[in-house]
């Protein structure tokens, strides 16, 4: 009795792979086929954008991140969090611990009044973590027309192409163009929502935040802010805080790699060594003789 309930149950399940196979390969062939969509015409992949921690060898450039960390200070931290990142955090910038603390204590954090154990604000401490500028979410929704603004902490790991994807996003609000409108005239911006091609449904209700040159003013001896500059450094800044570790871990994983690789050799002349007083038998040729 098992041995056929367990035929039934291996059929069962290889028909059920088999189905899934078949249907995610009809999917993916007709995918696109059916009625065109504005999203399917109009929707821009990220343009490249090149920063100095691309690559196995890549490291962050320590001077564009600390612009694009005051980029999203004097800008986007109206709307978005950084949850997932500490004050203290800020020290691999290059910030020693006295700059990490006039830092911290810059923003206001949740705190406890310790006299009436009241809910307050206190400015923070190095060891606090980035604060939310909304109270909850029913306030984020309310401020921002009903769309909550997502945290940013690993936004360019959470999107396709990453930091080119962000850039591209900040530099990408234009008017709808007229060819979209006349071939989808349904399919125009509605109101309290802005067009921008790199968005997945082409609108979106965050508007525009970098609006004009200069509107962030870098220090002597720093790159002109032009909204394409001051939108690739908070890029860079916001890759840094997706992957905090990127240099530690090219820096670490070269000798590892080097390592296994002369471990490789050493194993291969040794198994080499071991093995070189025993000769392989030769197989006997078997065959019929032809007769006289």
């Known amino acids: 009795m098992i041995r056929p309930i367990g035929i039934l149950a291996g059929l069962f399940f290889t028909l059920a792979v088999l189905w899934s196979f078949a249907n995610g390969a009809w999917i993916a062939a007709t995918e696109g086929l059916g009625e065109a969509t504005a999203e399917h015409e109009f929707h821009r992949a990220p343009e490249p954008l090149h920063l100095a921690s691309d690559g196995v060898f890549g490291k962050f450039d320590k001077a564009q991140v600390q ?126 929502l802005h067009y921008n091609p790199y968005f997945a449904n082409l609108n979106l209700a965050m508007a525009p935040p970098l609006v004009s040159e200069g509107q962030v003013t870098y220090g002597p001896g720093n790159p002109k802010p032009t909204i394409d500059q001051m939108s690739t450094d908070v890029s860079a800044f916001l890759a840094w805080t997706a992957e905090p570790t990127l240099a530690k871990r090219h820096q670490t994983g070269w000798p590892v790699l080097g390592f296994l690789l002369i471990a490789t050799i050493l194993a291969y002349l040794a198994k080499q060594q071991i093995w070189a007083a025993v000769k392989p038998k030769k197989k006997a040729v078997t065959g019929s003789k032809s007769s006289d």
Not at 70 to 78: L, T
Not at 82 to 93: E, G, Y
Not at 135 to 153: G, H, Q, R, T, V
């Open 67 to 192: 612009r694009g960390y005051q980029v999203y200070k004097e800008v986007c931290s109206a709307c978005h969090s950084l949850k997932f990142v500490a004050f203290r955090d800020l020290a691999q910038l290059g910030y020693n611990p006295a700059q990490v603390k006039a830092a911290a204590a810059s923003w206001q954090v949740p705190g406890v009044d310790p006299n009436t154990g009241e809910a307050n604000m206190r400015p923070g401490l190095p060891t606090d973590y980035f604060p939310s500028p909304y109270p909850n979410k029913i306030a984020a929704a309310a401020a921002n027309n009903n769309a909550i603004p997502p945290d940013l902490s690993l936004m360019a790991k959470a999107r396709h192409g990453g930091a080119a994807y962000i850039h591209s996003l900040l530099t990408g609000f234009q008017p709808q163009p007229a060819e979209l409108l006349e071939k989808f005239p349904a399919a125009k911006t509605p109101p309290g």
